[in-house]
């Protein structure tokens, strides 16, 4: 009797660790689900925030008796504005609402202010960012040495040439997009990704997306690997200050290179060869 008790319990024991371990899994299918559906989402509102403004401005534009030059600076400022306001609106509110997905400062990555750690991180993490993408680059070219690593990126402000453009474009490229793209990529979804998810699939998830919304293969390989240190630095300091940083950093590299003195942009393909286009692109 005993013995038929002892194997009665064992059989229970064995079918509870059996049944949570069912349960352990589904949790974490549930879980991968919900972060690739909370990537996903992103993504989407950032293309459907795209295209809705071009749209409307197109329609616009093209009904308005006025003439509007489609190049100007101001426009591509005035939309790129546009996009990013409509988009963080829409990444926040549906889910807020339907869902009581809360948003707080800390979420996004914006509790207190910059420290010297943030300001010190940025420049250390810009030139890491740099190895390591060259490093990347360098691989990716010799496994598919037919893959265009100097293709263009159409950034917008095509054609601007007087300074009040040019200030404009730089508000617009190198202060307001490494803001608005920091607290999407790095403040928002890896904040939401990180409370379910450790650190890596999370940076994974997010440098991914990022890289993709570029649009071209080698620009995203290169903002690929350099939203890895953003996310990094988002880890290391719990805020989004060093990677706003270092996404100006590089931005206003860029810009310097590709409105200011471009001529040096041309000198330098002959001898720096692939580490072009990892100064040259743009965040977005």
């Given amino acids: 009797m005993a013995e038929n008790k002892k194997n009665w319990l064992t059989q229970k024991i064995e079918a509870i660790k059996k049944r949570a371990r069912k349960d352990e899994a589904y949790k974490k299918r549930m879980v991968a689900l919900w972060a690739i559906a909370l990537t996903v989402w992103v993504g989407a509102i950032i293309v459907v925030a795209q ?8 329609i616009i534009i093209k009904g308005s008796d006025v003439v ?60 890491a960012s740099m190895v390591a993408t060259i490093a990347v680059l360098l691989v990716v070219q010799a496994v598919a040495p037919s893959f265009d690593l100097n293709e263009a990126q159409d950034v917008g402000f095509n054609g601007i040439y007087l300074n009040i453009d040019k200030a404009i474009a ?23 990704l990180r409370t379910r998810l450790s650190a890596i699939p999370a940076i994974i998830l997010v440098s ?9 293969w080698n620009v995203g390989i290169v903002v ?32 310097y290179l590709l409105y200011v ?20 692109p743009f965040l977005l």
């Avoid at 295209?51 to 197109?58: G, H, K, N, P, Q």
């Avoid at 914006?110 to 420049?123: E, V």
């Avoid at 300091?237 to 206003?252: D, E, F, S």
């Avoid at 003195?261 to 040259?280: D, H, K, R, W």
């Fill in 224 to 255: 690929g690997v350099m939203s890895v240190f953003l996310c990094v630095a988002r880890e290391l300091t719990g805020t989004i200050y060093a990677g706003i940083l270092m996404h100006m950093i590089r931005n206003g590299l860029a810009f």
């Fill in 51 to 58: 295209f809705v403004v071009s749209l409307v401005a197109t």
């Fill in 68 to 127: 509007v030059d489609a190049n100007s600076a101001v426009l591509e400022a005035v939309l790129m504005v546009i996009v990013y306001v409509m988009a963080l609106v829409l990444i926040i509110l549906p889910p807020l609402y339907l869902l009581n997905s809360k948003v707080s400062r800390d979420s996004l990555g914006l509790k207190g202010l910059p420290t010297w750690t943030d300001i010190l991180l940025a420049p250390i993490g810009y030139i």
């Fill in 170 to 192: 730089f508000v617009a490229l190198v202060v307001l997009a490494p803001i608005a793209e920091e607290l999407i990529f790095r403040g928002y979804l890896y904040g939401k």
């Fill in 208 to 216: 991914v997306l990022f890289g993709l919304m570029h649009g071209q």
């Fill in 261 to 280: 003195n471009p001529i040096s942009t041309t000198s330098m393909v002959g001898t720096l060869g692939v580490a072009l286009p990892i100064i040259a």
